[in-house]
């Protein structure tokens, strides 16, 4: 019984899942502490830099934080160790006295609402597009979605958000950038109302955008490959001899084998939801986790730092772990090769 | 005088390659009877698949159908393949004519499991009855030989390729179509195996009578199988005749080669031999007779004018295509040092 738990295919991943987390965590640990300067420094550097004298802000410093940045490292490491067995992230070190769980737990719902949302999108329209181009490959449509596709895909999210603020926003005026950022507009509070959904979906729409954008064109070009190499197999030839209407072709022959493997790529997506994107967050100014990240970045805030890193890659292995059990029950040549 | 099942005439079928043009059928002319099984043989790339599809008309998009008809003659009327619109042909597929193309061994969606294989092809026909389709599907199982609730319930990667070769031929049956059309069926499978499905396709003819039009490079399974046999060189069909006629006088010399290069298992000699040269191109169109670059029989007229299929004197109902045609090229040929020799 033991032995069969432990040779069990499942049991293995879930022991491969907890050992990668593990490691992450360490490493983040130990490299986030490498970086050059911690708190402290840049907390003086900054006031000092606002024209506060030397002696005032070490001893603003002082006050502020309590922490012990000379305890040794191993110490450190193993009372980290210890409260996250206990699930507790720890306290920030520069909103003081906040919970590191509270902090996540205000910012990170805003990035999955939008990166789960563009994600959706992205995925669902590329694998229509990319059934499109299949279909009438070399056709001017094709040709016309693929070029797009194969720029969009290869200029930076970045890029395109700065343009459509620059372009969209400052030259046209098609929207108010000031009133547009953000994650809600003043005053609104989170509830189940039409009012409340409408401002987040007008504050969300240009990161959706933005991500939209810049993901589906590689998820088109993908399906497309993989449905062009599906019409060829002898399975949808011998389909169309036994008489079997094209679209019961299209879809369950077709696209239901040309879909698969886009599965792995979809769970690392659906891991990546959880970062977001701090750079997108930053231009939009959108209150999501990788705004708070990149903050965390600059003031060295090593609890809210590591307890955001621990989440991007537990929610990605985790992703991983479920896209495979998803894939086995789709495709049963895994699910056989797995018993 | 048998009666006609299939009439193909004049049929010309050509692909665009990347960069030029091939010409895969050239006015090919063939009768097929009803009920008569039909084998349809010459070497790699002579055109057999492509005469295999054009009966469903499923060619490729990169093909184009310059010349000729085909006939299909059911329940006594006439149906032009290639002027029937699709919706039509769609009915038409599967239940009265069965094309099992090339590659059978992944003919299976490999996400479904067989028994959604059976129920979707019938459904597809008009079925309703899921109960009833499902007790033909284990009937006709039971009847090549597999353990019919077993294989029901399996996907398709589950089976051997020979097992699923009969799941195929029985997939096939489920319709009881008027003509089925296999493409080199036993060409992936084991010596062993080839043999069980020659046996189960002889049984399964008698008991179904269908009309069979088998597709193979293999002459000796033609010999075993058909009981006549259609010879094909170049997209062109070059001798048609009746199996014994065909094996005991061929009257064209690649006919000839071929049988003589069928190699004999029995008696204490194994050599093989085989035609000499290879297969012409076939991106131009010929002026003369195809097989003129490897013939042991050719002269001038050869060069310039193209032989076509005509009667031989002798035999009712044996054609063939050669400027030199006699009773007597077997005889040439073995005498000859034409045919080279493997040991
Ligand atoms: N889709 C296609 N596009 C271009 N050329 C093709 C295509 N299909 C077949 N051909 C060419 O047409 C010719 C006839 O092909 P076909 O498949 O009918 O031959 P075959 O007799 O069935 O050969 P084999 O014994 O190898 O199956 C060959 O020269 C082949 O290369
Ligand atoms: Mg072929």
Known sequence: MLKKILSNYFFIRLVKALVTIFVVATFTFFLIRLMPGNPLDIFIATQLAQGVPLQEAQERAASLFHIDLSRPMMLQYLDYLKNLARGDFGVSIISTNTPVSKIILRFLPWTLFVVTVSLFISFIGGILLGVVMALYRNSWIDQILSFLASIISSIPNYVIAMLIVVYFGVKLKWFNIAEIRGSLSPGVKPEFSLYFLKDAFYHAMLPIIVYVLTTIGSWMLVMKSSTISTLGEDYVEVAKARGIKESRIMTSYVARNAILPLFVSLAISIGFVVGGSPLIESIFVYQGIGLKLSDAITTRDYPVMQAIFLIITASVVVANFLADLLLGVLDPRIRTSRN | ?343
Not at chain 2, 233 to 238: D, I, L, P, Q, T
């Open chain 2, 1 to 343: 005088m048998a009666t006609k099942h299939i009439i193909v005439d004049d049929l010309s079928v050509e692909y665009l390659g990347a960069t030029k043009k091939i010409y895969a059928l050239q006015h090919v002319s063939l009768d097929i009877n009803r009920g008569e099984s039909i084998a349809l043989v010459g070497e790699s790339g002579c055109g057999k698949s492509t005469l295999g599809v054009s009966f469903i008309n499923l060619l490729p998009l990169n093909s184009r159908i310059t010349s000729g008809t085909i006939k299909f003659i059911s329940n006594s009327k006439e149906i032009d393949i290639f002027k029937t619109p699709t919706s039509e042909l769609q009915k038409l597929r599967w239940s009265k004519i069965v094309m099992m193309a090339q590659g059978a061994l992944n003919a299976f969606n490999p996400v479904m499991r067989i028994r959604d294989h059976f129920i979707d092809t019938a459904y597809s026909h008009g079925w309703k009855n899921k109960t009833e389709i499902l007790n033909k599907a284990r009937y006709l199982l039971k009847r090549v030989h597999l353990d019919s609730e077993r294989v029901l319930s399996s996907f398709p990667h589950e089976l051997s390729g020979g097992m699923r070769q009969r799941v195929l031929l029985s997939l096939g049956l489920l319709l009881n179509p008027e003509v089925v059309i296999l493409d080199e069926p036993t060409t992936a499978l084991d010596i062993l195996t080839q043999r069980n499905i020659i046996e189960l396709l002889k049984e399964l003819k008698k008991e179904f009578n269908f009309t069979l039009i088998f597709i193979t490079h293999d002459l000796s399974l033609a010999a075993e199988l058909a009981d006549r046999v259609a010879v094909m060189y170049a997209g062109k069909a070059v001798e048609v005749g009746d199996v014994y006629d065909i094996f005991a006088t061929p009257y064209h010399p690649y006919t000839a080669g071929l049988i003589t290069s069928t190699p004999k298992l029995r008696g204490e000699s194994t050599e093989v031999t085989s035609i000499p040269g290879s297969p012409p191109n076939l991106s131009e169109i010929f002026k003369g007779c195809p097989f003129y670059e490897r013939c042991p029989l050719r002269s001038n007229v050869c060069i310039n004018s193209q032989p076509k299929l005509t009667a031989v004197e002798e035999k009712d109902g044996h054609l063939v295509a050669c400027h030199h045609a006699s009773k007597n090229t077997l005889e040439h040929i073995k005498q000859g040092d034409w045919l080279s020799t493997i040991q």
